[in-house]
C-alpha cells in the first residue's frame, strides 16, 4: 500500500501546481493584451478570464507591468528556441548543408508567427508603446538575431562556401531587415499564409544569390 505523500512530496506537489498556474496566468495575459491591448487591460480582466481573485494574482506578480515582463519573456525564449544546437553557427559545414539549416530556421520561425500573429503585434507594436526599457530589451532581439545571422556568415566564409569578399556585419543587418519586413507585412494580412511563405522563399534565394560562392 502506499502510504500518504511525504512533506518532501507535498512541497514538490505544491510547487508543480504553483507553477502551473502562474503560467496559465501568463498565458491570459497575452490573451488579454493580445486583444485589449496593453493600457487597457486591468489586473481583474486577467483574473476573471482564469477565474482567479486579485490576491490569488499578486501573490504570484507584483503587478500588471510585471507579468508583461514574464509575457515578452516567453516569446522571446520560444523566437531563440529555434535556433537549436543543431541549428548553431557552427553545426553545418557546406553549402547545401547551410541551405537546408536555413529552411529549418525559416520554418521554425514561421510556426510561431505565423501560426499566431499576435506575437509579432504584441513584440513590435505593443510591446514597444510601454516604456524606453521594453522598447530596448525588444530591439536586443534584433541585435541579438544580426549576432548570430553574421556568426553563421562569418563561419560560411572561413570554410569557403560563402563568398570571401562577403561584408558579414553589413550582410546580416540586411537579412534581419528582410525577416522584419516579412513580420510586418504579416502584421497586414495575417491571414495570408501562402503569401507569408513565398516572401520568406523568396528571401533566402535572394540572399543565396548574393552570398554564396561561386
Known amino acids: 500500500m502506499t502510504g500518504p505523500p511525504t512533506t518532501t512530496q507535498a512541497r514538490t506537489r505544491a510547487e508543480r501546481l504553483r507553477q502551473e498556474l502562474r503560467e496559465e496566468i501568463v498565458t491570459a495575459a497575452f490573451e488579454e493584451f493580445s486583444q485589449r491591448g496593453y493600457h487597457d487591460t486591468g489586473i481583474a480582466d486577467i483574473a476573471q478570464r482564469l477565474g482567479i481573485g486579485h490576491g490569488t494574482f ?7 507591468r510585471d507579468i508583461l515582463d514574464h509575457v515578452v ?46 506575437v509579432a503585434r504584441m513584440l513590435l507594436l505593443e510591446a514597444t508603446s510601454i516604456d524606453a526599457e521594453l522598447t530596448e ?43 522584419l519586413a516579412n513580420l510586418l507585412q504579416g502584421l ?19 540572399m543565396f544569390d548574393g552570398i554564396a560562392r561561386r
Not at 499578486?58 to 500588471?64: A, L, Q
Not at 537549436?84 to 530556421?105: F, G, H, K, S
Request: net charge negative; aromatic share 6%; glycine share 6%.
Open 58 to 64: 499578486y501573490r504570484h506578480f507584483k503587478n500588471k
Open 73 to 118: 519573456d516567453g516569446l522571446l525564449a520560444r523566437i531563440l528556441e529555434a535556433l537549436a544546437a543543431e541549428n548553431a553557427p557552427d553545426a553545418v559545414d557546406t553549402l547545401d548543408e547551410y541551405v537546408e539549416q536555413c529552411r529549418r530556421i525559416s520554418g521554425a520561425l514561421s510556426e510561431i508567427f505565423s501560426a499566431d500573429p499576435r
Open 137 to 179: 530589451r525588444v530591439l536586443g532581439l534584433f541585435d541579438t538575431a544580426t549576432a548570430l545571422t553574421a556568426a553563421y556568415f562569418m563561419h560560411g566564409r572561413e570554410l569557403g562556401y560563402l563568398r570571401a569578399d562577403l561584408d558579414v556585419d553589413g550582410t546580416a543587418r540586411a537579412v534581419v531587415g528582410v525577416i
Open 188 to 206: 497586414r494580412t495575417p491571414a495570408d499564409r501562402e503569401a507569408q511563405r513565398r516572401t520568406a522563399d523568396a528571401g533566402l534565394r535572394l
